[in-house]
T-cell receptor, first 113, second 118 residues
């Protein structure tokens, strides 16, 4: 099993450009999450999907949209990138929202110039 | 609501010395508590977790943590540090399953960078 995979690993954008970060999991998990990690800030939840067909805002959703394409895939879209969105983005999954453990992907390092 | 405070953004120890990483939490209901480790340029990996039952929990790589409700703490320890333990460590809290509220949210501390000196 690959676990949680993310593409791309690295990306550089110019201000105002758009892009989609992809995430897929092969553990048959119901719930998926997107976090951003900034130095000294820990991880902050952007959006989550408790189950296929549902999505909800997390702590820092502004400037982002998400799509739960199917049970395996959960994408994060930046419609008009801003330098403040320079960060490392992590996708995670868990069996269901109340289950203890979230499993994380390797991350996407995004720089917005 | 819940929150996590990790005391010390950077801890440095000598190889073979005791590792102690501090974590205090606040939660309105009995929490679930986690420690994750992040090696350079990698994602987060679960070290250990406390949900219910025994308050001393053992994890991977010789780490353990003790849930102390009276102190609202969940400190991470390892008796003897190894060079391979150098990484960033995150404490996280989640509302317990039977908390009666939404318990999807995993709240992370800001992390503690552990360096191990030869």
């Amino acid at each position: 099993n690959a676990g949680v995979t993310q593409t791309p690993k690295f990306q550089v954008l110019k201000t105002g450009q758009s892009m989609t970060l992809q995430c897929a999991q092969d553990m048959n998990h119901n719930s998926m999450y997107w976090y951003r990690q900034d130095p000294g800030m820990g991880l902050r939840l952007i959006y989550y999907s408790a189950s296929e067909g549902t999505t909800d805002k997390g702590e820092v959703p502004n400037g982002y949209n998400v799509s739960r394409l199917n049970k395996r895939e959960f994408s994060l879209r930046l419609e008009s990138a801003a330098p403040s969105q320079t960060s490392v983005y992590f996708c995670a999954s868990s069996e269901d929202p109340s289950t203890d453990t979230q499993y994380f992907g390797p991350g996407t390092r995004l720089t917005v110039l | 609501a819940q929150s996590v405070t990790q005391l010390g953004s950077h801890v440095s120890v000598s190889e073979g010395a005791l590792v102690l990483l501090r974590c205090n939490y606040s939660s309105s209901v009995p929490p679930y508590l986690f420690w994750y480790v992040q090696y350079p340029n990698q994602g987060l990996q679960l070290l250990l977790k406390y949900t219910t039952g025994a308050t001393l929990v053992k994890g991977i790589n010789g780490f353990e943590a003790e849930f102390k409700k009276s102190e609202t703490s969940f400190h991470l320890t390892k008796p003897s540090a190894h060079m391979s333990d150098a990484a960033e460590y995150f404490c996280a809290v989640k509302l317990g399953r039977n908390s009666g509220g939404s318990n999807y949210k995993l709240t992370f501390g800001k992390g503690t960078l552990l360096t191990v000196n030869p």
